[in-house]
């Protein structure tokens, strides 16, 4: 059964062109749409990779033919470029049995093959990159999901929004793959409506070692309060200190945490070189 196409609205049938306001960034985007019987029909098929050395689609059923027999399947090894092989197994299980192993030693030749699933990202020759962004300049009577996912769409093409930012005063928060993030401009025009906009973006980047670090610094925190499970049991060891001792050793506690605070909180931060214009941590 064929699909009518002249049902379907006029600016829906074509590809989808983003990030128009980047140079050398655009690409054409077009939603997957995978087949249910095709993709049950993948899901017994493996990709076989030669990894080292060199082996033929023969030299590949032999050595499946002499684990499994011919009795209940038929081995067939198809090339679909150089060192790479297709062949389908007979359940989906045994696919996901064999891609286990990193690498396999073949037996007839001096060769070593991998087995991978196969995905619908197969032949594919890269992937665009994700990140969120903060995005300014939005009116806040226009933040419509329509609007903001055009308003992404100058840079990159949006995959979520944020929806307890979009009513926000100043930016709304989105997820959008481009090609290069680190090439997204920092504003990028257009209009709503009749009328002229420079939007802003705002790459968020999160530091792995500061987050680490606040991590760190709460959990000592945490711990170093009275009320802690842990610190409870002290209590009555606390009872025999002298109080000129105790308020010694609770004066030095709080400038600890006191200068912990403004090293996170103030100096770390300034010390931080971000390439970008405008980094969100």
């Known amino acids: 059964m064929a699909y009518d196409c002249k049902k379907c609205i006029p600016w829906n049938c074509g590809p989808e062109l983003c990030a128009t306001q980047v140079e050398d960034q655009s690409f054409f985007y077009i939603d997957e749409d995978v087949d249910p019987r095709m993709a049950r029909e993948k899901e017994c098929t493996a990709v076989i990779s030669i990894v080292s050395e060199q082996a033929s689609g023969k030299d590949i059923e032999r050595q499946f033919i002499n684990i499994h027999g011919t009795e209940t399947w038929r081995w067939t090894a198809r090339p679909i470029g150089e060192n790479k092989f297709v062949m389908r197994f007979p359940n989906p299980k045994m696919v996901k049995e064999w891609s286990f192993f990193p690498s396999i030693a073949m037996r007839y030749v001096n060769a070593q093959m991998k087995i991978d699933s196969y995905t619908t990202s197969f032949g594919a020759k890269g992937e665009l990159q994700q990140a969120w962004f903060r995005v300014w300049d939005i009116p806040a009577d226009q933040r ?103 308020l010694l050793n609770l004066v030095v506690n709080l400038l600890i945490q006191g200068l912990i605070k403004v090293l996170v909180r103030s100096i770390l931060p300034m010390l931080l070189c971000l390439p970008h214009p405008r980094l969100a941590i």
């Not at 989105?174 to 025009?189: F, H, L, N, Q, Y």
């Not at 420079?198 to 760190?216: A, H, P, Q």
């Open 144 to 246: 419509s999901f329509r609007t903001c996912v055009k308003v992404g769409g100058l840079v990159g093409k949006v995959l979520e929004i944020d929806e307890r930012t979009k009513l926000r005063h100043d930016y709304v928060r989105m997820k959008i793959a481009c090609r290069d993030i680190t090439k997204v401009p920092k504003t990028a025009e257009s209009t709503l409506g009749l009328f002229l906009h420079d939007f802003t973006y705002e790459r968020v980047v999160r530091l792995k070692g500061l987050s680490r670090l606040c991590k760190v610094v709460s959990k000592y925190l945490r711990e170093s309060s009275p009320h802690h499970p842990r610190n409870t049991k002290q209590m009555t060891i606390l009872a025999r200190i002298p109080k000129q001792k105790l």
